[in-house]
Structures are given as structure tokens and as C-alpha cells.
């Protein structure tokens, strides 16, 4: 997969668009280390953009370029049509960082108050908005508990809040589902899917590449700084000549007859059985020694490739064919 800008870009102007974009840092040695390197894409209005890569990639690096909390050593970029780190196009955008930190004497309906009059809202503003944000995040009925007894997944929902405290146009979150249970990334993932169905943008950098990959329209991949692959979901998971049959009633005898299928695999599970076949020309063998062994077929599917397999082999590629 090779680095390339995304080239089915529509007429309309991108969100965020970046070219060429690199961060650099003087170690004490003074030697430089690049903590971003070239980096160049767009993202379209109304989408959620999957922003991917292992610890030090340069994600965090790239989302305080956009929001000019850092400034480049080369390259260019604009946010909502602005230079990067306009103050009028920071109006217009929402952040929630990895960590969030509140004043923790707040309460969660006075810290979202708080930040909405930093947006000069009127006070009636502040209070629909408030009320409509802490049902959104599912913290109403914590509105009046302090901030410092909030857990570390509510934290994570006020911090989401707070990033849509100013109606944006574009939300930018990192790793935003860190400390959230199955059901809170499953709120977090239908919200998410709310703000793109109300024609925001969604820029997301996430470790959950599952959830990744059930929501997101474009995905970017970073690694050590560099772009490794870029583009939709369907165009990036190539659809893989695997076959998948699963099985019933597998015993010892079956198991080694379908061993003998040139390149099948087989996945014991506690209910059934699972037989990756290499090739569909293999399937007809398969089934027929299933059927004259008296075993149960429940199911035959493709195998697709998940974002998580690119991933692994993208980065593993890069790091000397060991994933890191």
C-alpha cells in the first residue's frame, strides 16, 4: 500500500487538508528527530476520518498541527478553508484530547457552562445546550455530582460534551472511547454516527480499530511519521480468496480428512468448528467430506479482510515483519 492522496475527492472544498506536512524536534544533542514527515491529505465534508497508527505515529503531533497548538517546520494546511491555527476556524471546531482535565470543583452542568460562555452563548443558549449535551452523554442525571468524583469513562463523556458545547462544524477526538466500557464505545460509536448523520465532520484517531471500522467513510494509517496508506474502508479491505465453512459434529476421523485439503486450516471452538479453506474451488470437497462423514454444515462465508489484518501487516511490513 503506498503513500497517495485521496484522488476521489469531491468539488467541494475539504475540511481539512494538509500537504506535505512535517514536524520536526531538536533533541538536547542537537540532532533532529522527525516526529512527522511529509504528510499530505484531505478530508471531505460530513465524513468520519479514521486517523490510525501505533504509539508514536505522529497522531497527536498531526491533531496539534491542525489545531495550532504547535506549528510546522515545513509544509501547509488549511481547517475549515483557514490557515492552520486560525482563531476564527477554532470557533467553528470542536476538541476532545486523550486525557482530559477539568477544574474538578465544577459540576458537570456548571464546567459545560463554563465553557459555553468562552463561546459567548447566551445564558439561554447555555442552558438548552447543556441539558441537550448531558442526556446526548448520557450524564443528566450526574449534572450536579462534582467533576473530581466523575470515573475516568464519565470524564470521557463530559470531555466529549464540552467538544460540542459550540455546535461545531468539524470534530476533532483522540482516542476518544479510552476509558469507556463495551456499552459506553457502543453510546460513543452511535453519537458519533448522530453528528455525521447531522452533516458534521468527524476527524478520529482511535487504537479500537473494531470500532474504527464499523463507522468510519476514509481511514489514514501513520507510521514513525510517515503515511502508510490512505482511502475508504471497501477500497483498502481487499476481499480475500478465503473461505470460511463452519461445522458441526467435527470428530477425529472428519477433522483429518479435511486436514488433507491442500492449505485448510481448522479452528476448534467450543460449539463448532471452523474451516478455512485457501480457494472456493475447495468447497465442494469440503462440504461432500462433512456430508459423508455425517457432520452438520451451519454456515459458508467469504473471508474479508479487517482493518486490524491491514494494520498488523502495514506496520509489520515496517518493522522488519513483526507487527509492533
Not at 470542536?94 to 445564558?123: I, K, N, V
Request: hydrophobic share 40%; glycine share 12%; net charge positive.
Amino acid at each position: 500500500m503506498t503513500e497517495s492522496r485521496h484522488a476521489g475527492a469531491s468539488a467541494v472544498p475539504p475540511v481539512i487538508s494538509v500537504n506535505n506536512l512535517t514536524k520536526r524536534y531538536r533533541n538536547p544533542s542537537g540532532s533532529d528527530r522527525a516526529a512527522l514527515v511529509g504528510l499530505t491529505l484531505d478530508v471531505s465534508p460530513g465524513e468520519i476520518y479514521g486517523f490510525l497508527g501505533p504509539n508514536g505515529a505522529g497522531k497527536t503531533t498531526t491533531i496539534k498541527l491542525l489545531l495550532g497548538l504547535i506549528f510546522p517546520t515545513a509544509g501547509s494546511g488549511t481547517i475549515l478553508g483557514a490557515p492552520l491555527g486560525s482563531v476564527a476556524a477554532r470557533r467553528r471546531l470542536g476538541f476532545l484530547p486523550e486525557s482530559p482535565y477539568f477544574y474538578e470543583y465544577f459540576r458537570g452542568d456548571e464546567l459545560l457552562d463554563y465553557y459555553g460562555r468562552l463561546f459567548g452563548l447566551t445564558a439561554a443558549e447555555r442552558r438548552t445546550r447543556v441539558e441537550d449535551l448531558l442526556k446526548l452523554v448520557g450524564l443528566w442525571e450526574h449534572r450536579r455530582l462534582a467533576v473530581r468524583k466523575y470515573s475516568r469513562g464519565m470524564l470521557q463523556r463530559l470531555g466529549l460534551a464540552q467538544a460540542l458545547i459550540n455546535d461545531p462544524e468539524l470534530v476533532i477526538l483522540d482516542e476518544p472511547a479510552g476509558g469507556l466500557d463495551p456499552i459506553g464505545r457502543r453510546e460513543m460509536r452511535d453519537i458519533l454516527l448522530q453528528l455525521r448523520d447531522r452533516g458534521k465532520t468527524v476527524f478520529l484517531s482511535s487504537h479500537i480499530l473494531a470500532e474504527v471500522e464499523m463507522i468510519c467513510d476514509q481511514v489514514a494509517i501513520l507510521h514513525r511519521g510517515q503515511l502508510l496508506a490512505v482511502g475508504r474502508i471497501g477500497d483498502l479491505l481487499a476481499d480475500s480468496r478465503e473461505m470460511e465453512l463452519t461445522v458441526h459434529g467435527l470428530d477425529g476421523t472428519l477433522t483429518k480428512r479435511l486436514e488433507g485439503i491442500p492449505g485448510a486450516t481448522i479452528r476448534h471452538g467450543a460449539d463448532s468448528t471452523v474451516v478455512v479453506l485457501p480457494e472456493q474451488r475447495f468447497v465442494y470437497q469440503a462440504i461432500e467430506t462433512v456430508k459423508q462423514a455425517g457432520g452438520q454444515i451451519v454456515s459458508l462465508t467469504a473471508k474479508r479482510e479487517r482493518l486490524e489484518d491491514l494494520f498488523v501487516k502495514l506496520i509489520g511490513s515496517r518493522e522488519g515483519g513483526t507487527a509492533a
